[in-house]
């Protein structure tokens, strides 16, 4: 009887010993990833200030002060006069729900399909601007691919011309396909991001391309469900048109207060 408790009290610890040896090592190398993880955000961070020190163009709109900012390279301002009269009879039209002071333009800074960093700018509107700041600050830190930020005024406000651009964009004055009702982004209050990536499916048509509509094959810059970008939008209450029953998978919204009812307009 002796002779069998020893190799079984041997027996009973070996599993312990293991398991300690085996958290260790688990312990050990998610150390090893969180270190990889910060590094390689100095480095973007890094990047981008040595970016914006000696290599970011000016930018023609951007007021001398900010509103507020996450980082180097994100800033939130009010519309200066110069980008009011840019936008005025173009992605903002004369209507009864909407001024011009309930928008924000967002300068920010963005990594392409290649890696490389770019400037980005878009108008969103003022009770969202500064998530939408952060929410790309935070795409950046990650590597994120975008391929394009520009204004809807690039491409003469015209959505289709951005989409095929795929180009990430945010306010533009127009309506719902197929309604008369105004968009989303009429308020500034929804974000269209790579739209080649992520495409808008219709009951006719796959637009800007059907290169993407397969989402089971998720390559860089797709938007998929429990995503880093879709986590990013969703967890700060946005939601997502990849659900929708004609899905939108480039698109996020969240509902704001407009004018109109600021003003006790109809």
């Excluded at 200030?49 to 000696?54: G, K, L, M, R």
């Excluded at 391929?147 to 180009?167: G, I, K, Q, W």
């Amino acid at each position: 009887m002796k002779v069998l408790i020893i190799p079984l009290c041997l027996l009973l610890l070996l599993p312990g010993c293991w398991t300690a040896g085996a958290l260790q090592s688990v312990s050990q190398q998610t150390a090893a990833e969180q270190k990889v993880l910060v590094q390689k955000q100095a480095s973007l961070e890094q990047e981008a200030s040595e970016y914006w020190a000696e290599a970011a163009p000016t930018v023609e709109n951007e007021p001398a002060e900010a509103l507020y900012s996450p980082a180097e390279g994100f800033a939130v301002y009010p519309l200066s006069l110069e980008l009011e009269e840019r936008i005025a009879g173009n992605s903002w039209q004369e209507n009864d729900f909407l001024a011009l002071e309930d928008l924000h333009y967002l300068t920010l800074l963005h990594l392409d399909f290649e890696g490389s960093i770019r400037q980005g700018e878009m108008i969103v509107h003022h009770s969202l601007a500064r998530e939408v700041a952060d929410i790309f600050w935070e795409l950046y830190q990650v590597g994120y691919p975008i391929h394009r930020v520009s204004l809807v005024e690039e491409f003469d406000c015209d959505d289709t011309a951005s989409m095929e651009a795929n180009n990430t964009s945010c306010f533009n004055m127009r309506l719902i396909s197929g309604t008369q009702r105004p968009s989303n982004h009429s308020y500034g209050s929804a974000v269209d991001l790579n739209p080649l990536q992520n495409p808008y499916v219709t009951a006719s048509a796959v637009r800007p391309s059907r290169e993407y509509l397969e989402r089971g094959d998720a390559r860089p810059g797709m938007i998929t469900e429990g995503d880093l970008c879709y986590e990013a939008f969703v967890s700060r209450g946005w939601s997502w048109g990849g659900y929708w029953p004609h899905p939108d998978y480039q698109h996020f919204e969240k509902s704001v207060e407009s004018s109109s009812q600021n003003r006790g307009l109809k």
